[in-house]
């Protein structure tokens, strides 16, 4: 099968080391070795040497494990990659521990970044520092929070902090079952949460992924997904190409952003044209009411 004319990848190497200790994520405080990072940093540029030589339209959004920010050779792949005139967009999803200051020499017109707020774990100026810096760079960016209950009420008082053109998401807590009431209260600081409360039944509908949109891991091993095992070929022999085109969701339920907004029938491209990668809705900020 020839390429599709733009490609996007979502890429995850092996680095899973954090400087956060969120309950809720398995890789809390993870530490790798000299020698894993070593291995994830080879890793990466090796996916950054590809993407240089690919010649088709191409996106990028790295996934990692663990915090990439904080490693030097992440700053690096994404200020490169924002240059490169076949990147549309380049974007990491980033707890913003880190300074922001390396994107001075990024593209800012195709680099993105998705943080997140996790309230146990960062000072609440510190973290909205790292916001107003952005903004005041003039980086693309959104931020979001996990909706634990206990997280509400730093949530609002993020939402009423921030510059109305930042979009503020919210993730459903992971096997949490929200009531009316808290759904609505969640809404009111993120109004598309109603696609994050409940798993989306996927099985047997078109999704984007495996013909448009691939995983890709350190080895450059292809998968249509980060949650279909089913390896698609390899992306630095090429393998992979042939096997790209429209394929229905194995699965039951999608229940993550990154998987689900390519799901066609949410009509989620619409909703986030311009910014799926980076998960910024099209029509944002909202209209004011009244």
């Known amino acids: 099968m020839v390429p599709p004319r733009?490609?996007?990848?979502l890429y995850r190497g092996p680095l899973a080391s954090c400087d956060y200790d969120c309950s809720y994520c398995p890789f809390a405080k993870r530490k790798d070795t000299p020698a894993q990072l070593?291995?994830?940093?080879?890793?990466?540029?090796?996916?950054v040497g590809w993407v240089r030589e690919w010649r088709?339209?191409?996106?990028?959004?790295?996934?990692?494990?663990?915090?990439g920010l904080a490693r030097s050779w992440y700053r690096r792949?994404?200020?490169?990659?924002?240059?490169?005139?076949?990147?549309?967009?380049?974007a990491i999803q980033t707890?913003?521990?880190h300074r922001v200051d390396w994107t001075d020499g990024a593209d800012l017109s195709r680099l993105a970044l998705w943080g997140t707020y996790h309230p146990s774990q960062v000072p609440y100026e510190r973290f909205l520092g790292r916001c107003r810096d952005l903004a005041e760079r003039g980086a693309r960016f959104s931020v979001g929070v996990v909706g634990q209950p206990g997280h509400l009420e730093a949530a609002r008082r993020l939402r009423r902090d921030l510059p109305a053109g930042v979009y503020l998401w919210v993730n459903a807590a992971e096997g949490r079952a929200y009531t009316d009431a808290e759904a609505t209260d969640w809404a009111e600081i993120d109004p598309l949460f109603a696609y994050s409360r409940v798993p989306h039944p996927s099985r047997g509908l078109p999704c984007r992924t495996g013909e448009t949109v691939v995983s890709v891991d350190g080895e450059g091993t292809v998968r249509?997904?980060?949650f279909v095992p089913t390896v698609l070929g390899n992306l630095y022999d090429g393998s992979f190409r042939a096997t790209l085109g429209p394929r229905a969701c194995p699965l039951d339920v999608c229940d993550?952003?990154?998987?689900?907004?390519?799901?066609?029938?949410?009509g989620l491209y619409s909703t986030f044209a311009g910014g799926v990668l980076e998960r910024i809705p099209a029509a944002w900020p909202p209209p004011k009411r009244g």
């Open 6 to 9: 733009h490609l996007t990848i």
């Open 38 to 47: 070593r291995a994830d940093r080879a890793a990466l540029e090796r996916f």
């Open 56 to 67: 088709q339209g191409v996106s990028v959004l790295f996934t990692p494990w663990g915090e």
């Open 77 to 90: 792949a994404l200020v490169e990659l924002s240059h490169l005139p076949h990147v549309e967009r380049v």
């Open 95 to 97: 707890n913003l521990s």
């Open 224 to 226: 249509r997904c980060h």
């Open 256 to 266: 993550c952003h990154i998987g689900y907004v390519h799901l066609e029938p949410l």
